[in-house]
Nanobody, 121 residues
Framework: QVQLVESGGGLVQPGGSLRLSCAAS????????MAWYRQAPGKQREFVAI???????QYADSVKSRFTISRDNAKKSVFLQMNSLKAEDTAVYYC???????????????WGQGTQVTVSS
């Protein structure tokens, strides 16, 4: 099985920065696209950023110019550098990836457990 373990969340003042990390572990697998989503209380989970295996990135309009997604394929990890944080960024952040099993050849979607980000004065 594959697990995505997130870290780096916390409390920060508006205008501050945080760096989220997500590492994949488990049985032998290959990693496809990796992404970050977030969900605030009472709201649907929304897309934040995505990065392909080749390094191509896309961002939600709400975070463009402020957030940067990156990955380390050797460590099977994805990161989200968040700068100029706003109160509206407060949410639980989840990493997401699609992996291919070396055993079955099938593709499987996996979600991290989520890490809380709170932006408040």
């Amino acid at each position: 099985q594959v697990q995505l373990v997130e870290s780096g969340g916390g409390l920060v003042q508006p205008g501050g920065s945080l760096r989220l990390s997500c590492a994949a572990s488990g049985s032998t697998f290959s990693i496809g696209n990796m992404a970050w989503y977030r969900q605030a209380p009472g709201k649907q989970r929304e897309f934040v950023a995505i990065i392909s295996g080749g390094g191509s990135t896309q961002y939600a309009d709400s975070v463009k110019s402020r957030f940067t997604i990156s990955r380390d394929n050797a460590k099977k990890s994805v990161f989200l550098q968040m700068n100029s944080l706003k109160a509206e960024d407060t949410a639980v952040y989840y990493c997401y990836t699609v992996v291919r099993s070396s055993t079955t050849g099938g593709w499987y979607a996996h979600w991290g457990q989520g890490t809380q980000v709170t932006v408040s004065s």
